[in-house]
C-alpha cells in the first residue's frame, strides 16, 4: 500500500489565500455569488428580517438561468406587521429593485407569485470562463470551511474475500477523498483493514501445522489464502483439540507473544499484496490503519465512556444504551474481548482527538448504516461530536447498494462463488482492448498507447458505471452496458474528450497563445448554453463534495457533454471568423473535463 506522503499528519495546514481573495466576483460559485446578491437586497428589502437566507436555485423553465425563491416565504412573516407590500409579488419586486448593481445580471424580472428570475450576463460568462483559463481550474473548487478529514474507504478483511462491496467502497472513497482534496483539504485516505479478531487464532495455528517450515518458508507457500482461510475454518469446526489451541493462539498473539505476531505479519503481508494490485490498478492512494492500529487505545477510550457513565452491564456484556436504537452497542463481549465497535469507538475518538481530524467519512454498504449511526450517538453522548449534525467536527456515513449481476442477485461470476476483482478489472481491461483493436488502433499507435488507453479505458468504465448511479440504489454489473461507446458512459465520455483535443490539434493554434489574445464570446444560443454549463461546475462540485454525492458530478459531466456535442454541431469552428472564440471554449471544455475525470479517478484520453 503506498502511504499518502504528501504532508505528515499534524503538520499544520497553509491555507492558500487565493490573490484575489478581495476580487467579490471571483468568490464561490455562480449561485453563491448570485446569492451575495440577493442577500444584500433582503438586508435592504426586509431590514427586520434578519436570519433570512437567500433562497437561490438554477431556474427549470426558460424565464431565466437562476430564480430567488425568497419572496413567498417572506410574506406570511412580514404580513399584519405594518409592512408596505401588497403582498409577495410586490416583496419580489422590491427584492429585485434592491439587488446591488452588478456585471453578471443581464436582466430581473418578477413572475408568478413573486420568483425573481434572473438571466445571468454572457459576456460576465465569458468573462469568468476567461479567467478560469488563465488562473486554472482551482478558481472553481469549493471552498470548505475545514482544514482536515478522514476518509475511511475500502477496508478489505485479512483472509477474507475482498469482495465488490469494497470495490465500491474503494471508488466511492476515493472519488470523495479527490473532492475534499480539489476543495483544499488536508484528506487522511484510511485503509480500516480488518486485521485484527479471533479467526487469526485458526490460521496461525492452521499455518504452524501445514507449514512447520512457515518461518522460513516464502509468503506464496499458503497461495491462495481464501483457500486457506475455509480449509483452517473447517478444521476449527470439526477438531475441538485445534480449536482449543486456536483459542490459546489469539490470547499469545494479543499477548504479543513474537512468534505469534510474526506469523500474524506473515497472513496479513499476502492479503496485502492481493489488496495492492487492486489499488495499483484503480490507480488509489490509501494509507493503512488497520483495526489492529487502534487495539492498544481501546482499555482508555472505554474508560473514558465509562467515567461518562455511558457504559453499562448487561446479560455479562459491557454495553452503551442509546436513546432511539432498540438494542445497545456492545463494547466489551461476555467473554471479555472487544469487538468491531470497540475498535470503532477507539477509532472515532483517536480520529478526532489525536488526528484532530473535522470530518470523517466512512464508506461501506447502506447495511452497516445502524453501526455507524450508533458509534457517532456514542460520540455525541461523550462530548466528542457536536449535537448537531451539521456543524464541524462532524461524522458521516456514506453507505451504498448492492452490486447485482445479470440475474438480479448478488453479484458472483460464472462458475466460482466469489469474484476476484483483479480478474475483473483485467477483463475490463481485456474488453476494452479488444474494442480498439477492432478500430484498427494496434495498427495506428504504439503498443504503449494501446495498453494506456485500454487501461484508462477499461477501468475508467467500471469506475464510472459504479459512480454515475446515486450510491444508495443497487446497480447491474454489465460489461457490455458499461463498455458501450454510446450513452452515459465513460467511454462515451472519454472519447469525446479525446475528439475536442483532436479538433484544437487540427487547428495548428498555439492555446497558450490564444489565452492572451483572444476573447471568447457567446453569441449562438449553444454557445452560452455550454458557457453557463462550464460555469456551473463550481456548483455542482460543491454539492457532490458536501452532500457526498459522487452521481452529481457524473450527471454534470454527461450534461456537459451532451451540451458540447449541440454546440460542436451547430456552430462550426476551424476556418470560421468565431474560430479563436470557439476554440477557446473547445479548450475550456476539455479543462473541466478533465477535472471531472480527475476528480472521478478516470485517466483521460486525448486521442482516438
Ligand atoms: N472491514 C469492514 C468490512 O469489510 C469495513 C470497515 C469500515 N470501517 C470502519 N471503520 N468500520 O465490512
Known sequence: LRANSKRSVLA?????????????????????????????????????????????????????DYQCNNAMSLWPRIKGKGTEFRGPPAVGQALMKNIPQSEMIEKCSVAGPGFVNVVISKNWIAKSIQKMLTHGIGEWAPRLSIQRAVVDFSSPNIAKEMHVGHLRSTII??????????????????NHVGDWGTQFGMLIEFLFEKFPNWEHASETAIGDLQAFYKA??????????????????????????PKYRKAWTQICDISRSEFAKVYQRLGVTIEEKGES??????????????????IEESQGARVIFLEGFNIPLIVVKSDGGYNYASTDLAAIWYRLNEEKAEWIIYVTDVGQ??????????????GWLPADNNSYPRANHVGFGLVLGEDGKRFRTRNTEVVRLVDLLDEAKTRSKA????????????????????????YGA?????????????????????LNDKGNTAVYLLYAHARICSIIRKSG??????????????????????????????????????????????????????????????????????EASRLLLCEATAVVMRQCFHLLGIVPVYKI
Open 12 to 64: 499544520p495546514r497553509s491555507r492558500t489565500i487565493s490573490a484575489m481573495a478581495n476580487d467579490e466576483e471571483t468568490l464561490g460559485s455562480l449561485k453563491k455569488q448570485l446569492a451575495k446578491l440577493f442577500e444584500a437586497s433582503l438586508r435592504v428589502t426586509v431590514p427586520t428580517e434578519t436570519d433570512v437566507e437567500p433562497l437561490v436555485a438554477a431556474c427549470t423553465g426558460n424565464f431565466g
Open 173 to 190: 472513497g476515493d472519488t470523495l477523498a479527490r473532492m475534499l482534496e480539489f476543495s483544499n483539504v488536508e484528506v487522511l485516505r484510511r
Open 232 to 257: 483452517s475454518k473447517q478444521r476449527f469446526d470439526e477438531d475441538p483439540v485445534f480449536k482449543e489451541r486456536a483459542q490459546k493462539a489469539v490470547v499469545k498473539l494479543q499477548g504479543g507473544e
Open 293 to 310: 492500529f487502534y487495539n492498544p487505545y481501546i482499555p482508555g477510550v472505554l474508560e473514558k465512556l465509562s467515567n461518562l457513565g455511558l
Open 369 to 382: 448504516s445502524q453501526h455507524f449511526e450508533m458509534v457517532f450517538k456514542a460520540a455525541k453522548r461523550a
Open 435 to 458: 474494442a480498439l483493436i477492432e478500430r484498427g488502433k494496434d495498427k495506428e499507435w504504439t503498443e504503449d498507447e494501446l495498453e494506456q488507453t485500454a487501461e484508462a479505458v477499461g
Open 462 to 482: 467500471v469506475k464510472y458505471a459504479d459512480l454515475k448511479n446515486n450510491r444508495l440504489t443497487n446497480y447491474t454489473f454489465n460489461f457490455d452496458q458499461m
Open 509 to 578: 493554434k498555439d492555446m497558450e497563445e490564444l489565452k492572451k489574445t483572444a476573447e471568447i464570446s457567446l453569441d449562438h444560443p449553444d454557445e452560452r448554453v455550454l458557457g453557463l454549463h462550464l460555469l456551473q461546475f463550481a456548483e455542482n462540485v460543491e454539492e457532490a463534495c458536501t452532500n457526498l454525492l459522487p452521481n452529481v458530478l457524473c450527471e454534470y459531466l454527461y450534461n456537459l457533454s451532451e451540451n458540447f456535442t449541440k454546440f460542436y454541431s451547430n456552430c462550426p469552428v476551424i476556418g470560421k471568423p468565431e
